[in-house]
């Protein structure tokens, strides 16, 4: 990639010594990235970045250390500690210091755990939000994380807790019945046991799922199924993390807006997956 294009005309806020930035670096494909990633990116020192982040993107970084901060997940907080304290010591030692992160660094991501380390250390901080998975990872697949017909809220969930098990205090009857649409961060490792609790809280087995996995990236890889068949589905198709498992029936917009499939020539399946006419007659 050129590193060199120059960034439209706008007031880029200049990245100080000592100071930590931490961005978002959307869910792969590297267009996802934001401007201010970019600009970032480009006057950094050292960029610690995770396993999520696309090597691609820290091609925008040449001038820059480049240290990998990966963990998977479940793994408990010490290394996270770590993590915390490196980024103080960088900044203290008058480096312009990037932590990048995978999709949005609030998102299921600990960046608010490494932002309030740094501030308890007096460390100066900037947050630039990024394209989290849950959203652009879905759209990339083709399915609108809100749609008028299906939903008026949307809950965003993970699938482990801090100790790598199923979220045990999660209330999955509330969220079952308070949100149509339910997306699933984390959720690989544990989906025979979440298919199960959203079932005995009174989702059908037929409820359209999606597994989207590697979103966005050259091995994105889509698989739709149901609640009841979500888990042998996912053993056939032999799909890997990460992946964004998404509960609801936007799922079955994918039907009309696989646009990644419908640019590779393959036809629409459904014109109107919900049965509700369509949008421009409905107004
Ligand atoms: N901060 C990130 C989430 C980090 S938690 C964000 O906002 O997207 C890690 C989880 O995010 C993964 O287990 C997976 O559920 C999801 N994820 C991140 N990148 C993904 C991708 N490219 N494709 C599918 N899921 C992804």
């Given amino acids: 990639m050129d ?24 869910p792969g494909d590297p267009g996802l990235l934001t401007l201010h990633a970019l600009n970032a990116l480009r006057q950094a020192d050292v960029v610690i970045y995770d396993a999520l982040v696309q090597e691609a993107i820290l091609d925008w970084a040449p001038q820059a250390t480049l240290i990998y901060a990966g963990k998977r997940g479940g793994k408990p907080s010490a290394k996270q500690r770590d993590i915390s304290l490196r980024l103080v010591d960088l900044a203290r030692s008058g480096k312009r210091v990037l932590r990048l992160k995978g999709g949005d660094p609030f998102v299921f991501g600990r960046g608010g755990e490494e932002a309030q380390t740094l501030v308890q250390h007096g460390v100066p901080i900037r947050i630039i939000p990024g ?36 979220p ?17 961060y984390m959720g690989m490792k544990h989906i025979a046991q979440i298919s199960v609790h959203l079932v005995a809280a009174g989702r059908s087995l037929h409820e359209p799922v999606a597994v989207v996995a590697t979103a966005t990236t050259q091995d994105q890889q889509v698989l739709e199924t149901t609640l009841g068949r979500i888990v042998d589905d996912i053993a056939a198709a032999n799909l890997e993390p990460p992946a964004i498992i998404c509960v609801g029936q936007s799922v079955l917009m994918r039907q009309v807006l696989d646009w990644q499939g419908m640019a590779a020539g393959v036809p629409a399946r459904n014109l109107d997956p919900l049965g509700r006419g369509r949008a421009a007659e409905s107004a």
Avoid: E
């Fill in 3 to 26: 590193s060199t294009i120059p960034l439209p005309g706008h007031d880029w806020p200049v990245m100080q010594p000592g100071w930590v930035w931490l961005c978002g670096a959307g």
């Fill in 168 to 184: 045990g205090n999660l209330d999955w009857t509330s969220i079952s019945k308070g949100s149509q649409v339910i997306v699933i």
């Fill in 131 to 166: 394209i989290s998975a849950g959203i652009g990872g879905l759209a990339y697949a083709g399915i609108p994380v809100t749609h008028r017909d299906v939903n008026q809220s949307v809950t965003f969930v993970t699938g482990h807790d801090q100790s790598g098990n199923t």
